[in-house]
């Protein structure tokens, strides 16, 4: 089973701020990554999918990069309601998994 | 708008079994796969499966085969994921999640159900 492994487990920036978050996957999974977003007390969101394409009504200040191991998703200019866990997801590989998460936090 | 909602919380037993729906609007229910996703408390995401409520067909993960088992009622538009010989291991939130795209299985998972928690204690 392909093992997503993501980076920091906790993000805490300001608001208007830059952020990374990143995901390695233990072998390739092409673009066949995705990334959902999970705010508190809620279920998860689809943010991107394919690597790099937002889902629908998603701001533009997301965008997500990468091919093969190494993925970023990167949220331009933080807001306040972008506070949650993210996760990536890889659907290259049978059976699909989830890495642990990235918790985003205002400072 | 397309929406999942979910029975509610659940306690059971060790040894008992669970039965958790997932009720469909705002799209054609045959149309898409239904996957089931848990979430233990604190911990991260898990895929459990997926139903094709067209057919019936499904596809379980290895380790739960032999104690997970979903069916659909298209007459009432849900999805059902039974659980059974419950462990204090299976406590955890309950999710469906819709497939995107018509008639096909691309794994990604837009909307989601509220989740259901299930509790196994004795």
């Known amino acids: 089973e392909i093992v997503l492994t993501q980076s920091p487990a906790t993000l805490s920036l300001s608001p208007g701020e830059r952020a990374t978050l990143s995901c390695r996957a233990s072998q390739s999974v092409s673009t066949y990554l995705a990334w959902y977003q999970q705010k508190p007390g809620q279920a998860p969101r689809l943010l991107m999918y394919d690597a790099s394409n937002r889902a629908t009504g998603i701001p533009a200040r997301f965008s997500g990069s990468g091919s093969g191991t190494d993925f970023t998703l990167t949220i331009s200019s933080l807001e306040p309601e972008d506070v949650a866990v993210y996760y990536c997801h890889q659907r290259s590989s049978w059976p699909q998994t989830f890495g642990q998460g990235t918790k985003v936090e205002i400072k | 708008q397309v929406q999942l909602v979910q029975s509610g919380a659940e306690v059971k037993k060790p040894g008992a079994s669970v039965k958790v729906s997932c009720k469909a609007s705002?799209?054609?229910?045959?149309?898409?796969?239904v996957h089931w996703v848990r979430q233990a408390p604190g911990q991260g995401l898990e895929w459990m499966g997926w139903?094709?409520?067209?057919?019936?067909?499904?596809n379980y993960v290895q380790k739960f085969q032999g104690r997970v088992t979903m069916t659909r009622d298209t007459s009432i538009s849900t999805a059902y994921m039974e659980l059974s010989s419950l462990t204090s291991d299976d406590t955890a939130v309950y999710f469906c999640?819709?497939?995107?795209?018509?008639?096909?299985?691309?794994?990604?998972?837009?909307?989601w159900g509220q989740g259901t928690l299930v509790t196994v204690s004795s």
């Open positions: 139903i094709y409520p067209n057919t019936g067909g499904t």
């Open positions: 705002g799209y054609t229910f045959t149309a898409h796969y």
């Open positions: 999640a819709r497939d995107s795209e018509r008639y096909q299985v691309l794994n990604r998972f837009d909307p």
